[in-house]
């Protein structure tokens, strides 16, 4: 088979309603528009959220407050205990090696190492953020925990 031999299955592509045609095609004169009025026009119609000169929604409700939520920083989370799945002792654990190893999927967002599970291999652990207990564990089973 070539690109030039494929087609759509038989039945999947319909042709479009010619709109217009005359009396017979069922779609003739007003093109199924009706007669007069805004939305027959070419172009007509009105805008999302119009609500025909009545003061919209949006407008109507109050607008308090200010939300941060924005400005937010996601972090992708790991566990010590997953560390200690992945890496045998002596590995120096970056970005690069979580990506490799599956543990993150974005390199564009930060890297969070929580507390949760055991380490016994002496890591060199590099990441954006450490939680307090995680950097106790890393560190008390002989590695370094380093904030990039």
Do not use: C
């Not at 890496?87 to 564009?108: C, F, I």
Request: charged share 25%.
């Amino acid at each position: 088979m070539e690109l030039h031999d494929l087609r759509p299955a038989k039945g999947a592509v319909r042709k479009s309603k010619r709109l217009g045609q005359g009396p017979g095609s069922g779609k003739g004169k007003t093109s199924g528009k009706g007669h007069k009025g805004q939305k027959s026009r070419s172009g007509g119609g009105v805008r999302p959220g119009f609500e025909g000169g009545q003061m919209p929604l949006a407008r109507r409700i109050p607008k308090r407050g200010f939300s941060n939520a924005r400005f937010t920083k996601t972090y992708q989370l790991i566990n010590v205990g997953r560390l200690e799945e992945v890496y045998k002792t002596g590995a120096e654990v970056g970005l690069p090696e979580m990506m490799q190893a599956g543990l993150v999927s974005d390199h564009r967002k930060p890297v969070k190492i929580l507390a949760s599970g055991e380490l016994t291999v002496a890591l060199t652990v590099r990441a954006n953020a450490f939680s307090s207990e995680a950097m106790k564990k890393i560190q008390a089973a002989g590695g370094k925990a380093e904030v990039v």
